[in-house]
């Protein structure tokens, strides 16, 4: 069964592993980079698929994110205005990165935040270095071999 639509004010972007498509979804404030981020990772050959804004469902166990059709295939490039890129209507969730530009922990332990009754792990990033989208690659791929908590 398909819990009903929540939007979330997040991008998510999605890479083939070897589980198939996951994604991060990537919160911060505005202006706290989730555009930029979300741009780096495409450069690596991860896929779009909502910018700013997303709609977070849970289904058998999973959570998963959409983009709304109003603003499917777009996002908004601070300095260009609104661009058009290839992208993914959806895809299964396997970690939020919440934006920040305080310093964060050299070895984090995820925590473990519930959306629509189900675990995500969730680590904090300051997308600023030139190597944050090579860490928020390294983290889902960390992220995978995870157990959830019992809730």
């Given amino acids: 069964m398909t819990s009903a639509r929540q939007p979330v004010h997040a991008s998510v972007v999605a890479a083939r592993t070897s589980q198939g498509w996951r994604g991060l979804l990537i919160e911060g404030p505005s202006g706290a980079g989730k555009s930029d981020l979300t ?38 490039v601070r300095g260009v205005g609104i661009v058009t890129r290839p992208f993914r209507p959806s895809t299964r969730l396997a970690l939020a990165l919440r934006l920040t530009r305080e310093p964060v922990e050299r070895l984090p332990q995820p925590t473990w935040r519930v959306m629509e009754g189900v675990p995500l792990p969730q680590l904090d990033l300051d997308p600023r270095p030139a190597s944050a989208a090579a860490v928020a690659t390294a983290a889902l791929h960390a992220v995978s071999a995870m157990a959830p908590p019992a809730l």
């Fill in 39 to 76: 741009l780096r990772l495409m450069q690596d050959g991860w896929r779009l698929v909502g910018d700013d804004w997303v709609e977070v469902f849970a289904c058998r166990g999973a959570l998963y994110a959409s983009v709304p059709d109003t603003i499917a295939g777009r996002m908004e």
